[in-house]
């Protein structure tokens, strides 16, 4: 009783001396926060532009060939299969896929080869799959609540992203032997919501972005109504199938206003809007 009694001050003691080292790296003047990646603000100014069309969007995205290989693909996928013609021209493939959805596509893109590649791939890409969920559920719930769609894909999709920064800097502290023999996997299991909540504001806050979409994403995170969609977003990101999709936002259907027809329609278009992205 005695061993279990010291075993769990040594895990407590442990936990705090974890979370105070992480907490002074994040504080210090030295620390520098991920980049955002240039071309994905630019999609981001795109998108609140009212001057904005495919030709314009097109050229931001021939910015990039990584880009551009994977708007083809998605383009001339079978999710596009109504369309028979083949498009090999970027403006085209815009205007097939959409404004919205090619801003969507473009900047969850980015972001991910930006955050989600990396060391402990298996952990950034369920980080970058739980995203991913959670924009797509924060985006088809919005629009059956007529929200702006200029932020609300993106609350989702950087709701968590202090956790792929996180990974890193805990990386970089083990190469110092921070915490002694500690491996990653000891130190990611005390990491608590606070932490990785307190490195996404801080990334929400200085990463390069319009103002208008800053304000609207930091002021969003504390509003209760967008916090009861982000909640359920993020439930059916892992959700694997439409019978547990049904099951998740019928629980919250009524706290969030969404009737019988906006319910089906969800459940309908949560996993195609996912392979939508991820193809």
């Not at 950034?124 to 702006?148: F, H, S, T, Y």
Request: overall charge negative; some cysteine; glycine content about 6%.
């Amino acid at each position: 009783m005695g061993s279990g009694a010291a075993n769990c001050e040594d895990d407590v003691g442990f936990r705090d001396a974890v979370l105070e080292t992480i907490e002074a790296v994040i504080t210090s003047e030295d620390f520098r926060l991920p980049a955002m990646p240039g071309l994905a603000s630019a999609f981001m100014e795109m998108n609140i532009n009212p001057n904005a069309d495919a030709g314009r969007v097109a050229d931001l995205i021939d910015h990039d060939r990584r880009l551009r290989t994977r708007l083809m693909r998605i383009a001339n996928s079978p999710i596009y299969r109504s369309h028979e013609r083949r498009v090999d021209d970027s403006q085209e493939a815009v205007a097939r896929i959409g404004l919205m959805e090619t801003h969507n596509f473009a900047v969850f893109n980015l972001i991910k080869w930006e955050m989600f590649v990396g060391t402990h791939r298996l952990l950034r890409v369920q980080l970058c799959r739980d995203a991913v969920g959670a924009a797509v559920g924060c985006e088809l719930i919005g629009k059956r609540l007529n929200m702006p769609p200029d932020h609300i894909f993106l609350l989702g999709l950087l709701f968590d992203i202090g956790r792929p920064a996180l990974i890193d800097i805990i990386d970089e502290l083990l190469k110092t032997r921070a915490f002694g023999r500690a491996r990653f996997e000891q130190v990611w299991q005390v990491v608590d919501d606070d932490l990785s909540d307190r490195l996404t504001r801080e990334i929400m806050t200085h990463w390069s972005m319009p103002n208008t979409i800053r304000e609207r994403l930091l002021e969003a995170r504390d509003a209760p109504e967008t916090r009861l969609i982000i909640e359920a977003a993020r439930q059916l990101a892992r959700a694997r199938d439409r019978h547990t999709i049904s099951q998740i936002i019928r629980l919250y259907a009524e706290d969030l206003g969404l009737n019988d027809a906006s319910l089906e329609w969800i459940v309908d278009q949560h996993p195609m809007a996912i392979q939508r992205l991820a193809a």
